[in-house]
């Protein structure tokens, strides 16, 4: 039988609150906000935000995302992993998500200069802007012309083979 410390209890307690928080991103830090936790913008319909990453060797914008509104942009820099033809020792992971969404892994992949050599610029397009429309709730083109047939409002022809109540 195995007796455990109040040591070994704190420290399974710290290992399981780190392993659930090196996934959860907040526009606020979350719990315990520390540096290369991530980035996360929201964009709304009032405030439709715009994120452009440049290198500031070279004043070239390596990356940029117009936000559509309702979404977030989450992403977090790796730094020292980085690898390809040019001597950038970063790696950027990033994703798009719904807005507020907490949780999730960071799929897509870029390689970025330097925390010295990079900045952030975030840029507010005109508002209002609407909301992507949801697809799910799209009315089929079947039935968007609801003007003819017996069922609307205007009537029409009726069947002529129905039986007389």
Do not use: H
Not at 60 to 73: S, T, V
Not at 125 to 153: K, V, Y
């Amino acid at each position: 039988m195995k007796i455990r410390t109040p040591i070994s209890n704190c420290f399974a307690a710290l290992t399981m609150t780190t392993a659930l928080l090196a996934g959860c991103y907040t526009t606020d830090g979350g719990i315990l906000p520390t540096t290369g936790r991530g980035y996360v913008f929201i964009s709304t319909p009032t405030r439709p935000v715009t994120v452009t990453i440049v290198d500031t060797r070279t004043q070239e914008k390596f990356f940029k995302m117009d936000i559509p509104a309702g979404k977030q942009l989450t992403f977090k820099f790796i730094e020292g992993s980085g690898s390809g033809s040019r001597a950038e020792p970063t790696k950027m992971l990033w994703e798009m998500w719904e807005a507020k969404t907490e949780f999730g892994s960071l799929d897509n992949q870029l390689i970025c200069p330097p925390a010295s050599c990079r900045r952030i610029d975030v840029t507010y397009r005109p508002a209002p802007e609407d909301m992507p429309e949801d697809p799910t709730l799209m009315i089929p083109p079947d039935f968007q012309d609801q003007n003819t047939g017996s069922n609307s409002p205007n009537g029409g022809p009726q069947p002529t083979n129905r039986a007389k109540d």
